[in-house]
């Protein structure tokens, strides 16, 4: 038993799928079952319970799962401290960001990374907010990008940076040709929303609410690629972060118009687990996505 097998384990368990983790570690299906095979002869016990679909562990098989995500923490945070001491950028860092987040940013950043260090690797999966502070808090990826991120006992963050909120329409919509608005300006229009469960629609309600405006709410979505195709048919208006709608608006498809008197901005941070002591290739990715936050902050 090694280190390696644990980490197929630990993947298999993450994602309910033997094929997902051989695609994980570059190695055949079968390999992967035979290393859970050598897992359950080791213990004397059954680990996965296969008769299922999808499969479920074993009390036994949730007892090592959760024993050996602590030790591949702690093994990772020796490697990450003998790392440190010969500066060696390589190896693997696990990312979650939600979708608005991860498809404005993560492309342009991946690429710089891992040009700049050919032997470093990113492995992105996108989630709803919710999904990545689980995957923090299970240790199942080493950083987090979010909106309105929340420190906690458990999780640290690192502020990136805040991005202008704006009124978005279609380019026929009454309000199209002004070029800042007042909340006021949004009474009893039709308008399209984030679901109710997410951080942003909590605060846009609460901004809208503080200046006494009522809104019709006609559509609800969990992203913001389906909210702007709603606007851009004209089925409403909506409250966008402006960096992922500069493309529909340079195309002409959306209108972005100012909000002023106040300001609206959601902010963008990393979260991590507390105390987590990060590779040196883990450090430089997160510096550089600090960077390239930076010069976008100066262009805009």
Known sequence: MNIETLRIFCDVVQHQSFSRGAVIHGVSQSAVTQSIHRLEEHFGVQLV??????????PEGQSCYEGFR???ELYDSVEARIRSLRMDISGLVRVAAIYSVGLHDM???M??????YPKAKVRLEYLRPNKVYDAVNNAEVDLGIMSYPIASPDIEVVPLRSERMVLVCSPRHRLAKETSVTAEHLQSEDFVAFDRDLSIRREIDRYLRQQSVNIRIVMEFDNIETIKQAVEIGAGISILPEPPIREACRNGSLVAIRLIDPELYR?????HRQRKVFTPT??????????????????S
């Open 107 to 109: 492309r342009q950043c």
């Open 70 to 72: 602590d030790v591949l």
């Open 267 to 271: 902010p963008i941070g990393i979260i």
């Open 282 to 299: 883990t450090a430089k990715f997160v510096e550089l996505l600090k960077e390239i936050q930076l010069q976008g902050s100066e262009e």
């Open 111 to 116: 690429q710089d990374f891992m040009r700049q």
């Open 49 to 58: 319970d296969r008769t299922k679909r999808p499969f479920v562990l074993t």
